[in-house]
């Protein structure tokens, strides 16, 4: 069974700052993974999606990368932002059961000013 | 551009009472739909997805139920609510089942 864990669950950071989210996962059977940001409540936002033969993605000043054999991801932020703050959910797309998406629980990123 | 709504935004109904919250997407022709249930500190939970407008797949066992009474709209229902189904739920869409899902804003679900 696909469990996937997001370390730390909070974070708070000053502004200016690089950081790296973390994001495991207990099956390296994955079609992709996807990084989404949540602002309080508020929907979803996809970041970067990397699909399973890719080893990162980059978006501005976000890279995800990804690596399987040890069922881990990354997402790092350059130079952070109070922009930034929100909460950062990692999921891993099964390649069976019609290519569901697994679910960290985020972490919770607090920037300071 | 598509855009996805859901509604209401907020919800308090009392224990026992029935439910129903919609969701519609504009701007695409038969996306693939989803609904989940996000609970504090925790991962979402796929309630529901829908590849056709008769084609709906329950993933977990509840006293929730779901309908695609069109193309573009999906519905989430209950005939009695209970403590345990309070929570943030979310619509979202996708053009396929390996493609990016995009999510309306949520609709907050209290159960008193």
Same mark, same amino acid.
């Given at each position: ?113 | ?34 609904? %989940?249930?996000? #609970?504090?500190? @925790? &991962? =979402? $939970?796929?309630?529901? /997805? ?38 943030? %739920?979310?619509? #979202?869409?996708? @053009? &396929? =089942? $390996?493609?990016?899902? /995009? ?10």
């Amino acid at each position: 069974k696909q469990e996937v864990t997001q370390i730390p669950a909070a974070l708070s950071v000053p502004e200016g700052e690089n950081l790296v989210l973390n994001c495991s996962f207990t099956d390296s059977a994955i079609y992709n993974l996807q990084w989404f940001r949540q602002d309080p409540g508020k929907g979803l936002t996809s970041l970067l999606l990397i699909q399973s033969s890719q080893r990162e993605q980059t978006s501005g000043r976000l890279n995800a990368s990804l690596d399987k054999s040890s069922g881990r991801s990354t997402l790092y932020i350059a130079a952070s932002q109070p922009g930034d703050s929100a909460t950062y959910l990692c999921a891993v797309r099964r390649v069976d059961s019609n290519y569901q998406l697994i679910w960290g629980a985020g972490t919770k990123l607090i920037i300071k000013p | 551009s598509q855009t996805i709504h859901q509604w209401p935004a907020t919800l308090v109904q009392p224990v026992g009472s029935p439910l129903s919250l919609e969701c519609t997407v504009e701007g695409t022709s038969n996306p693939n739909l989803y609904w %989940y249930r996000q #609970a504090a500190g @925790r &991962g =979402l $939970q796929l309630l529901f /997805y829908s590849i056709g407008i008769d084609q709906i797949s329950s993933e977990v066992p509840q006293n929730l139920s779901a309908s695609r009474p069109q193309d573009r709209q999906f519905i989430l229902s209950s005939k009695k609510l209970l403590l345990s189904d309070s929570g943030f %739920y979310l619509c #979202a869409w996708a @053009r &396929g =089942l $390996q493609e990016t899902q /995009y999510f309306g804003p949520g609709t907050r679900l209290l159960v008193l």
